[in-house]
């Protein structure tokens, strides 16, 4: 059992900066890669950013050079700094986990969702 706690959301100006965070707890081992959701209202949720532990990431084109996603593998923790926020990135963000064991079995842990509001 994995459990995802997520902060650093909350209420900025167009054009600020926040990064979120996200510790994994529990069972925490092999958990090869980390990333963020986002989901509007009316919309479909979304990748983010994702990493692996390795280190390779993937983003969303509509973020890219906007928001950079890091991990610390040490501290099972991820990191999304989102920078020159704007207004169409108001959404919940929900870090996702993934973890793949020895029997290659997949599971999927997700956290509560943190708010982000951008005000124009």
């Not at 925490?28 to 209202?41: H, K």
């Not at 509509?62 to 704007?86: C, E, H, P, W």
């Not at 999927?108 to 951008?118: L, N, P, S």
Request: aromatic share 10%; proline share 2%.
């Amino acid at each position: 059992q994995v459990q995802l706690v997520e902060s650093g959301g909350g209420l900025v100006q167009a054009g600020g900066s926040l990064r979120l965070s996200c510790a994994a707890s529990g069972t925490i081992f092999r958990l090869n890669a980390m990333g963020w959701y986002r989901q509007a209202p009316g919309k479909q949720r979304e990748l983010v950013a994702a990493i692996t532990s390795g280190g390779s990431t993937n983003y969303a084109d509509s973020v890219k050079g906007q928001f950079t996603i890091f991990r610390d593998n040490a501290k099972n923790t991820v990191y999304l700094q989102m920078n020159s926020l704007k207004p169409e990135d108001t959404a919940v963000y929900y870090c996702n986990a993934q973890q793949d064991l020895a029997d290659n079995t997949r599971y999927h842990y997700w956290g509560q969702g943190t708010q982000v509001t951008v005000s124009s």
